[in-house]
């Protein structure tokens, strides 16, 4: 039974407090917020207590793990100190918006060799995992070509999006971990962006809409497409093409009913618009991978080093755009 | 080159001359229809001659094959004639509406071994021939199940269907037909019929909808669903089921493209609603088939034979729907 | 918080246990089943009481609901003494395979007017659900044909299968049930039923295939078929066809991924096997549905009553089967 | 009745020959090719008369258009003869590989005012064709991203293609056009390209595998992927997304049938291999607009324009290759 402490209560956090509390190898033994009736509200909501501060949390010899799930500015204090505190570690991405803060983080905590896990939830949404798990095996063959489809339901506010680092940052960091999970190491990133949605993230100097290709060490070609706006809900889909064929995932929907009439055939259901729903399965598996590898000894599928990866892809892009040119990696 | 007569050049009798005359292997040598003007018609489409009378066309030796299109109660009429007059014949199903006379005209024309094809146009769609060859070569093992869903886009009027011989002998006997193409001979029919549709249907002593099971010699069971209108289309679905597996012929549609929007995603076209266009394939290859056995000296995938089959299992539903038991057929 | 205790501990008493437990607003207060190892295993996994006697249950107080879940031949006995002892109950299906003793059963219950629920688990799965819903809300206008398809993957050893009361009474009674749900009152049934794949089932006198056809008070024709053996999973489907077009809820995957290769495309996952994982969210479903009609005094979607009905459904097919006449059902 | 001469006999011309010869308004009136042969056997199959020389063809005031189907460095010369004997002209793409021959052309040619439709086939498939038209007619709002997938089955003789002008001018060309078709002008182009497939193709310095990203002046994106190999067949779908919702069109089969077995399910047919069976509708209905806008005076869909815009793109795409930049295109 692992004891963790979820620091850090908005949507996000509240439901990993509830798959952890709900996790049979797992208990949730304190919630923190810096917003007190968060965490209240939370701790009420799953009869468990609210600790009174970061520092209560880490000093409890009790408690094993924390995940953190609070504002991204506040993940490299949180895993420095949950690191020196010996604590097993799973903290949403972004590591940070800041390549150096995140290089700086790893140089005091990586002596320590801190057992960290980074939220990547979609490498555990069933049909991409089973989609890389077949790669792997070699069902196509070697890998040749990759295409992401990534495409939020509604743009969040510009007020917002302001502090998110950019759609790069903010929304293909996804997608930039999804293409190494797929095809390894990155060497070349390209990318256009554009505004097609929302004055509003123009006026912020952020793009809405994005088309990347990337080059990996492998030899594959990755491309991915994103979206601020889709008005059939979250998509999200993988296509992964090789040497004997190809394997697409696709999204899920709520029932599998199909409608006839006279005007279409075989309509199904709109998509999920929420990323809870759609990867509630997903977010399970990801509290199952923590507590698995943390009973086992094992490193686990998305650590420290899979935030900073994408975390450099996203800055590559980022220089892509800017420049006009192909970013090469140095590794 | 075969060398055609067309007897009866309404809707399928034009198309059938159509098609002779695009056939690379088969030539449209006269038209006939007891309306000279539909015959005119067609004549002048294709730059072919009008023939004045039956009479001419059987007496014309350079008239190899005759296609029968005309109403049905002059099928048996001018199936024997042609038969005497050593015409290959390709007979648009019914053979007629009453078994009797079904019986009688084989009685007459069978001692001369003529070559007669029935117009069962279903055996040469691409996806129904393709799932019965690859049940025949054993690929879902031993057949046990067969489910045939065939509905029309919608019912004749009440007066055209007066004459029709009634749902089963006028549209399910192509279902019957399929049930025997991939089940094999048939030994017990069970049917109920609704009407659910068009009043005038009722008036006339008619059903507009069905269900039917029969079972063959071979064990297998088969249901056939029927429905006299069909919102979204010419709704035509057959699936296998067997030991191994299952094969399904869906609906064919006139392009590939789907939609996804706020309301339904992955929502196909129509299906198209006329049965010259659904079974436009079906009707290319029908004329193919007739050339290529006659030539080879083939008997053709469904003769006299299936014509008569078919409608003794019209006549058992029918039969088993005024007494509300199992008809059993002698062999 | 509703407290129940489940009454048989087997393979599905057991997974109703865990499904009591992990909802929100039920508490599983004890377990209990005549052989004391399978109570005391449930009991040790979810941290429960193991009752020493099933009147130790209905004599407490603290307990309002029990969930029968023994052998069907006790069925009709525990019934009658929770009902007795005012708890509300949600017993797995059927009541009983004599109808007699079930009609006994409602004399001496009925006039107590007990909360039952019977466990027709597919009236919550998500997509049948949602299909019937749809058809309730004028979707495709009035109802017209209902196909259910209901194949196993594999069939039980026939021993066991000997003391099922048939495959209409065990398996099918499901599907009647459906009928029931999608189109209402049954007024005629007529079956054909076969031996196609285990001569064992044949030994013991029981039938592996069957074809039915029902007709609705409301005129709308339902056709049911069924297999004891399925190669590609647990096979279960509904098309609902009317005025306005047609609905299809179809067969649930562990994944949306397809393959593309030299030999098929888009070939997807094959179906799930086992009951218990197909209808995973229904049986949740059912445990919430039972809580929340408990608490707000509602009549739960299948009581008693539609225990009872389609056990009539079952026997008068059986009639069907034996005589080769249609059955009428006097209501 | 349009009168039609082809010269070229080669594999397209002769499937063109064949399509002219079933067109109902047009007729195929000679043939010619370099080879005799070639130009013999497609004669004696349709029925027509060989030309002796072009000149011939050129001269004879009864032949109104001719197509243009030998090989690809003829195309300029005999452009230019045709449109100075005032014939209508079908030419096959690529007009030349050369931009400053295409140039130079239409310096000489284009105050001929000619009537010249380029032979892009894919704008007249049916799929293709229904999914421009239901953008251009607002289903989808704005179109925003555009994905096209083109995938050859299996690669051309690294031989054939040392002459063939790399992957950009011989095969993304049709995608470069589809991408005009559905977005309209470009302005930025991006492009990767790797060596996955074929040594040999590296070793004539071309590439097999490519990305390419585009920027419509309408402000919509545009991904191209390209591989010359495909396992699956020939894989050749676009999807259209915009403020509305999507629209993919997808491959099409031989069947309808599709499959359900122990270890996959849904699978279908695998798609057609050989781009004459693909596009064999778009063949037909490509001859029919040039026929019906050479009667009705109108501008064919893709006149000499479509084919110097498309090879103005496969070098901007080359440019981008070479120097990893974005290429800017001046209009």
């Known amino acids: 039974m692992i004891r963790f402490a979820v620091l850090g209560c908005g949507r996000i956090g509240r439901m990993h407090a509830r798959n952890i509390h709900a996790h049979p190898r797992a208990e949730l033994a304190a919630v923190y917020d810096i917003a007190a009736e968060a965490a209240e509200a939370t701790a009420a909501e799953l009869g468990v207590k609210v600790a009174g501060s970061v520092e209560t949390v880490l000093a409890d010899p009790d408690i094993e793990a924390v995940l953190i799930a609070s504002s991204t500015d506040t993940h490299v204090d949180l895993l420095t100190r949950a690191a020196k505190a010996r604590k097993a570690i799973l903290c949403e991405k972004p590591i940070d918006l800041d390549i150096g803060r995140v290089e700086a983080c790893w140089r005091e905590i990586g002596p320590l060799q801190p057992f960290v896990m980074l939220g990547f939830n979609r490498r555990f949404d069933p049909s991409f995992k089973a989609l890389r798990d077949r790669v792997t095996a070699g069902e196509i063959g070697k890998l040749e070509q990759v295409v992401i489809t990534s495409r939020d339901p509604a743009p969040a506010p510009a007020e917002y999006l302001k502090g998110s680092g950019g759609l790069f940052r903010d929304m293909t960091i996804h997608d930039f971990d999804m293409a190494r999970y797929l095809a390894g190491d990155i060497v070349e990133v390209q990318a256009m962006g554009a505004n097609l949605i929302d004055p509003g993230i123009e006026a912020i100097g952020d793009i809405d809409a994005a088309m990347v290709v990337l080059r990996a060490a492998s030899g594959a070609l990755v491309h991915i497409n994103n979206s601020r706006r889709c008005a059939y809900g979250y998509d999200q889909r993988i296509e992964a093409f090789g040497e004997k064929g190809m394997l697409l995932a696709g999204n899920r929907r709520p029932t599998e009913v199909e409608r006839w009439g006279k005007d279409a055939t075989a309509a199904k259901d709109p998509i999920l618009h929420f990323f809870i ?31 900073y990866e994408a975390l450099k892809l996203a800055d590559a892009a980022l220089e892509s755009l800017r420049t006009g040119r192909v970013v090469r990696l140095s590794r």
Request: with cysteine.
């Open 277 to 307: 729903e759609r990867y509630r399965e997903a977010y399970d598996a990801e509290i199952d991978h923590f507590v698995d590898c943390l009973e086992k000894g094992r490193k686990p599928l998305a650590g420290f080093e899979e935030g």
